[in-house]
């Protein structure tokens, strides 16, 4: 197995790879992270399944235009070779109905390796 220092490396390589990808506004890159039968929990909802977390993602994309999604604080409560759970900030700005604006809150996501790779098992946000 893996040291503590190599998984965390790992993962947060994962995690900034997932920022990135949500930053491109490209859906098809996003849902490479998640896995199919994640459950995301936002603000305004439940999503289980990959479809409705991309038709969910989709939305916060048309809603936030030109949106900058940052992560930092990463925390690794829970880490090993196959399941880490990572606690962190988050902050955003993008124009919202012509304005600009930003949110900042706090999210949980459980990450599992699987066959094709580390993937989303869940993520919940809270702002």
Known sequence: MPDRTCLEAELAAFMAEYERATNSHDLS??????????????????????EQIRSAIGKTFATILDEVYELRDLEWPVLTADVAVCRYLFAWTGVVDGELRSGRGRGTNVIVRRDDGLKMLHEHLDS
């Open 29 to 50: 890159r996003v849902v490479q992270f998640i896995a199919e039968d994640a459950v995301y929990w936002f603000s305004d909802g439940s999503h289980r399944g990959i």
